[in-house]
């Protein structure tokens, strides 16, 4: 089993970055894929970004490229996704998410573990 507890949500202006980040503690972290998803308000849960065990290798949503950075820290066992250039359409709740295969991974449905969400809050 692995925990997962994210952090750094908060409201701020378009244009403006934030840095969220989840902490993972159970079972050896460096074993898994993390990904990062958003639900805003009557959405459903949407693919942001995916990293590889080793943090080698990333992947986006078009909808952040150039705008999100997805990396990890093994020895921290934790995930970070820094976010530059917000706008108001970011605004939703943000779930980092852990699997062990890296097929599939835009599929919230094929991750096992969930955090709880961190809400970003973009205003224009």
């Known amino acids: 089993q692995v925990q997962l507890v994210e952090s750094g949500g908060g409201s701020v202006q378009a244009g403006g970055s934030l840095r969220l980040s989840c902490a993972a503690s159970g079972r050896t972290f460096s074993d898994y894929i993390m990904g990062w998803f958003r639900q805003a308000p009557g959405k459903e849960r949407e693919f942001v970004a995916a990293?590889?065990?080793?943090?080698?290798?990333?992947f986006y949503a078009d909808s952040v490229k150039g705008r999100f950075t997805i990396s990890r820290d093994n020895a921290k066992s934790t995930v970070y996704l820094q976010i530059t250039s917000l706008k108001p359409e970011d605004t939703a709740v943000y779930y980092c998410?852990?699997?062990?295969?890296?097929?599939?991974?835009?599929?919230?449905?094929?991750?096992?573990?969930w955090g709880q969400g961190t809400r970003v809050t973009v205003s224009s």
């Open positions: 998410a852990a699997r062990t295969a890296l097929s599939g991974y835009r599929n919230y449905e094929t991750y096992g573990y």
């Open positions: 990293v590889g065990r080793s943090g080698g290798t990333t």
